[in-house]
C-alpha cells in the first residue's frame, strides 16, 4: 500500500523528468544537482511498488505503469494547485460569500455606492442581501446567519462591535396636490393631523417609532397605516392620495410619479445608520467589508462632520437614532 502522504516535491519532480526525458535536464530546471533528483524519485518509486522510468544512456522515458500514474498526478497536482489558490483567495477575503442585512434603500447614497464600490473590488465574492427590520437584522447578526447588518442607531449587541457610518435626512413624501406641496420644508406641528403608510417590515418599525416620538402627545397619536407591501408601492400608494410616508435620502434620489419629497425640520432632522458584526465571525470578505465601509464613510463626508467611530467610544453618548433640530 504505497504512502498517501508522499512528498508532493517528488512528484513534482517525476512530472519533469518525464517532460524533459532526462534527470540531468530535470535537475538543471530544478537547479537541483542530477543525484539528488535521482535519488528521490527512486524513493518515490518505493513507495509506490512500481518503477516509474526506464533508464539508459539515450535518456530517461516512463515505464508503462509510470506513464499513467504521471498523467493521473499530474492532473491532480492541478486541482490541488486550483484549490492552494482558491485558499489564498479566500484567505484575503477575494472569493467567498457575504451575507448582509438592511433596511435602507440601494436607489443612492452611502449603501448604494459602499456595495457597487465592493462589488467592483471583489467580483468573484457572492453577496447575499437580506432586508428585514433592525430587530430581525440583529438577530441574524446574532444567530450567525448574516456577516453584518446596516442598522439604525448604534446598537449594542452581545460579542458584537458597531461603527457609526452616515447619517441621511429625513423628508417626508407628499402627493403633489398636497398642500404643503409649495413649501420648502415643513416642520413635525405641520404633519400632526395626517395620516402616515408605514410597510409592515423592513424598514416600517422604525418609521412609526419615529412618527410616535415626534407627533405623540397628551391623549393625541398619530394616524398610522401599516401597508403590507414594498417601499416602492408604498410611495407609489402616497401619490395615490392615501397617505403621507418618511423616507431618507437614498430614497429621495428616486423619481415617483404624483410624488414630492419635502425635508422635514428644515433640512436639519437625521437619521444615523451604523454596520455591526460579530467579533467572533472570521469571514475575511467582511473583513474587507469593514475596511471599505470607513473609507466611503470617509467620502461621503456626514451632514453632522462626525467620523465614524466604534460603539465602544460613544459610551454614554446618545444612540437614538434620530436627532433633534440644531438650534
Not at 209 to 217: A, F, H
Request: net charge neutral; hydrophobic share 40%.
Amino acid at each position: 500500500m504505497p504512502d498517501l502522504a508522499l512528498d508532493l516535491r517528488y512528484l513534482k519532480y517525476a512530472i519533469i523528468v518525464a517532460e524533459h526525458g532526462s534527470f540531468r535536464r530535470a535537475a538543471d530546471v530544478l537547479n537541483l544537482s542530477q543525484s539528488t533528483v535521482s535519488r528521490r524519485i527512486q524513493l518515490l518509486e518505493r513507495r509506490l511498488g512500481v518503477p516509474l522510468f526506464e533508464r539508459n544512456r539515450t535518456g530517461t522515458r516512463p515505464t508503462l505503469a509510470g506513464e499513467r500514474f504521471i498523467r493521473e498526478a499530474a492532473f491532480g497536482a492541478e486541482h490541488l494547485r486550483q484549490a492552494v489558490n482558491e485558499m489564498a483567495l479566500a484567505r484575503r477575503g477575494d472569493v467567498g460569500e457575504l451575507r448582509i442585512g438592511l433596511m435602507a434603500s440601494l436607489a443612492s447614497g452611502f449603501l448604494a455606492d459602499l456595495l457597487d464600490t465592493y462589488h467592483r473590488r471583489f467580483p468573484n465574492v457572492d453577496v447575499k442581501v437580506e432586508e428585514a427590520t433592525s430587530q430581525a437584522n440583529a438577530a441574524g447578526v446574532l444567530n450567525g446567519r448574516l456577516d453584518a447588518a446596516f442598522i439604525p442607531g448604534t446598537p449594542r449587541l452581545p460579542g458584537c462591535e458597531a461603527k457609526l457610518l452616515w447619517d441621511e435626512q429625513i423628508f417626508v413624501a407628499v402627493p403633489d396636490q398636497h398642500r404643503l406641496v409649495a413649501r420648502p420644508g415643513v416642520d413635525w406641528e405641520d404633519l400632526r393631523d395626517e395620516t402616515f403608510l408605514v410597510s409592515a417590515d423592513a424598514a416600517g418599525p422604525e418609521v412609526e417609532g419615529i412618527l410616535v416620538r415626534q407627533l405623540s402627545g397628551l391623549g393625541f397619536h398619530p394616524k398610522i397605516s401599516v401597508q403590507r407591501v414594498g417601499r416602492e408601492n408604498l410611495i407609489n400608494m402616497v401619490g395615490k392620495g392615501f397617505g403621507l410616508t418618511l423616507a431618507a435620502n437614498s430614497t429621495v434620489g428616486v423619481s415617483y410619479p404624483g410624488v414630492t419629497f419635502l425635508p422635514v425640520g428644515c433640512g436639519s432632522e437625521l437619521v444615523s445608520s451604523s454596520v455591526v458584526w460579530s467579533t467572533a465571525n472570521m469571514n475575511a470578505a467582511l473583513k474587507q467589508l469593514l475596511e471599505l465601509s470607513l473609507s466611503v464613510a470617509g467620502q461621503h463626508q456626514q451632514p453632522s462632520g462626525r467620523l465614524a467611530k466604534s460603539a465602544s467610544d460613544r459610551q454614554g453618548e446618545e444612540s437614538e437614532s434620530l436627532r433633534r433640530p440644531r438650534r
